[in-house]
């Protein structure tokens, strides 16, 4: 039975329509990307999936049940979100941040229990923040304060993790760190990782399966082989694209792009070759 | 869960100061049992404090100085107390769930809103019972706040905090004038005139008893909602991804900040800041833990009204000096000082 299937929906903001009769089904245990322009409903989306927006229509179903029907603690035992601009209030410690990952684990006022404490420490020691774990947040940079965010989401123990734009606003190196922590945590803890991505090449070579949007529908989806094509790229984001082959994971990659529509698709292949 | 858990090593250092909560918690009560006691003996008759603990535990209604205490002194003290736990608790709440740092009970319009519906019932109503006005005045503040949040939310661009100060500030203005107008209008301006200015001189007894269930009922519902609003206080995304049902928490949290406002607007008047200011000093002392901010805002909320109201009563004796114009003359520079810094620690 899928994890994650989104069966139909219609999302919006007041009268304004995003999204209408949108179905896809994301694979489990797999790293999923959404990307596409800007504006094109990919935040929806995972908004809608993570029960921030009201679904007007439609499903969304998390282990073949609707989430409408199932307690919202419930649902946050099996998926974390980390929403694109999370900011922590100042005067908590990492560890004070972490902890509340273990909310829907908890009843009543909260005390942490062993296992709870168990979930909490081992979240920071995977993000790598063991070293940190007494500094007040604000105390951090952008790319270690993206990782207690993530130690949050880890802590909250859940099979599926979403995450909107979790590189964003992060330099190259940490942009690649989270990615890999994020591989990491694919490989090594089996979650199922759906995110949105704006990096093309960061998409095509970190995940399993990706899906192209467009004016609030998915264009294409599938492996980084049958959606990193010219023609979709095209279609999708309107650029004349240059491919190549990533030398680390051996999928497409954009070498480079412009915005001319006509010139014919010239894939590289050089890497290849 | 691979890895080893190191429990031993450090695990009180790794969280945020929960030591200097207590101490302010204990510390704030002890001052807060000394100050109340100097509060009582200090006055137009000072009477020792030998006196006032005889006067508390051993009342003798033969002796002056014990009912002075009895009748006068002490429910004025109680219930500058127990205001300064309603205007700080209430700011807190207002601040950390809609992440707004400059909330305030009486920057958002809920004190106007309160001291308006008051000023009708006075008109209206004269010689309406306590029990009811206090209902009254909680139905004022969910006027006021609806108006500013009405009026903040009709402007393009959604509700910043700046944009609902700018709301409140009208709002308070237009309800402050009617109920000016409506004092002059039914000659009820004497009755209403402490209310402005702000003053706990007519505190009774009959007030203490019925404003403290409510407070005490809305305390410990903000003590149960703490943990959430903490959650809140990081978005609302955060909240709804941890489970939290915010819609819940949003109404409980409201109703609980008008009940306290209303509460205290009906004992002392439309007196600003408190609410402002408290939460700032107490998160910077006790860090973003509601679980710890609510019950130490409320504990240095009393400390600091009872104080006015000492400063009230000393300043210019035998005439009080208005304690909302007191709290105004730190709480201005403070806004002045949170406004400039644009709010961007919370």
Redesign the interface.
Same mark, same amino acid.
């Given at each position: 039975m899928p994890v994650l299937t989104v069966d139909d929906i219609e999302v919006g903001y007041a009268n304004n329509t995003i999204i209408d009769g949108l179905s896809v089904t994301i694979p489990e245990k797999k790293i999923t990307t959404i990307l596409g322009p800007n504006g094109c409903g990919k935040s929806t989306l995972l908004?809608s999936v993570?029960?921030?927006l009201k679904i007007e229509r439609g499903a969304v179903l998390l282990d073949g049940q609707s989430m409408k029907k199932l307690p919202? !603690? @419930? %649902?946050? !035992?099996k998926?974390? %979100?980390?929403?694109q /601009?999370? @900011?922590?209030? /100042?005067?908590?410690? %990492?560890?004070?941040?972490v /902890?509340?990952?273990r909310?829907?684990h908890q009843r009543g006022?909260?005390s942490l229990k062993k296992e709870d404490?168990?979930?909490i420490?081992?979240a920071i020691?995977?993000t790598g923040l063991s070293e940190l !774990? @007494?500094r007040?947040i @604000?105390a951090l940079s952008g790319g270690q304060r993206q990782r207690v965010w993530i130690a949050m989401?880890l802590a909250?123990d859940t099979e599926i993790l %979403?995450l909107d734009e979790p590189t964003t606003y992060l330099d190259m190196a940490h942009q690649l760190d989270i990615l890999l922590l994020l591989k990491k945590l694919n490989e090594e803890e089996g979650k199922t990782i759906v995110m949105v991505l704006h990096d093309l090449n960061h998409a095509s070579r970190f995940s399993h399966y990706m899906i192209a949007m467009k004016d609030g529908a998915i264009v294409t989806e599938g492996a980084p082989e049958t959606v990193m094509t010219c023609g979709n790229l095209q279609q999708v984001f309107n650029i004349q694209a240059t491919l190549a082959a990533c030398p680390f994971s051996q999928n497409p990659i954009c070498l480079s792009y412009q915005l001319t529509k006509e010139t014919e698709c010239l894939q590289q292949t050089a890497a290849h070759s | 869960m691979a890895v080893s858990v190191q429990q031993s090593k450090g695990s009180k250092k790794e969280r945020s100061r929960p030591v200097a909560a207590v101490f302010i918690i204990i510390g704030g009560l002890i001052s807060l049992v000394l100050l109340i006691g100097l509060s009582i003996s200090y006055g137009a008759a000072d009477i020792d404090l030998a006196t006032v603990w005889t006067a508390v535990f051993q009342f003798n209604p033969d002796a002056t100085a014990h009912q002075i205490i009895q009748e006068l002194r002490l429910p004025r003290v109680l219930g500058a107390a127990l205001v300064g736990i309603c205007f700080a608790v209430s700011g807190a709440l207002m601040q950390g769930m809609t992440r707004n740092p400059l909330a305030d009970s009486g920057l958002l319009g809920l004190n106007a809103g309160a001291a308006f519906v008051l000023a009708i019932c006075f008109a209206f109503f004269p010689g309406l019972p306590y029990m009811y006005q206090i209902l009254y005045s909680f139905l004022g503040a969910a006027l006021g706040a609806g108006l500013v949040y009405g009026v903040g939310a009709v402007a393009k661009g959604g509700l910043t905090p700046m944009r609902l100060i700018l709301a409140g500030a009208a709002v308070s203005a237009l309800l402050t004038a009617l109920s000016e107008g409506i004092a002059i209008y039914y000659r009820i301006g004497q009755d209403l005139a402490f209310w402005y200015a702000g003053g706990l001189s007519g505190t009774k007894w009959e007030h203490l008893q019925i404003m403290t269930p409510w407070i005490a009922v809305a305390l410990i519902g903000a003590l149960l909602l703490s943990k959430s609003i903490t959650m809140l206080s990081f978005g609302e995304e955060v909240a709804i991804g941890l489970g939290q049902r915010t819609g819940v928490t949003k109404f409980f949290g409201a109703i609980i900040i008008l009940i306290l406002a209303g509460a205290a607007v009906s004992v002392v008047g439309a007196v600003g800041f408190v609410g402002l200011i408290i939460p700032h000093v107490t998160r910077f002392l006790v860090g973003s833990d509601y679980r710890w901010i609510i019950p130490c805002s409320a504990i240095l909320g009393a400390l600091l009204v009872v104080v006015a109201d000492f400063a009230a009563r000393m300043v210019n004796p035998p005439y009080e000096t208005p304690i909302g114009a007191l709290i105004a003359f730190i709480g201005v520079p403070f806004f002045l000082y949170l406004a400039r810094k644009g709010g961007r620690e919370l």
């Open positions: 908004k993570a029960r921030v919202t !603690k @419930e %649902i946050a !035992k998926m974390a %979100i980390l929403p /601009s999370a @900011e922590a209030p /100042s005067g908590l410690t %990492i560890f004070d941040l /902890s509340y990952g909310f829907p006022f909260g404490l168990q979930a420490h081992w020691d995977v !774990k @007494e007040p @604000e989401a909250q %979403i | -």
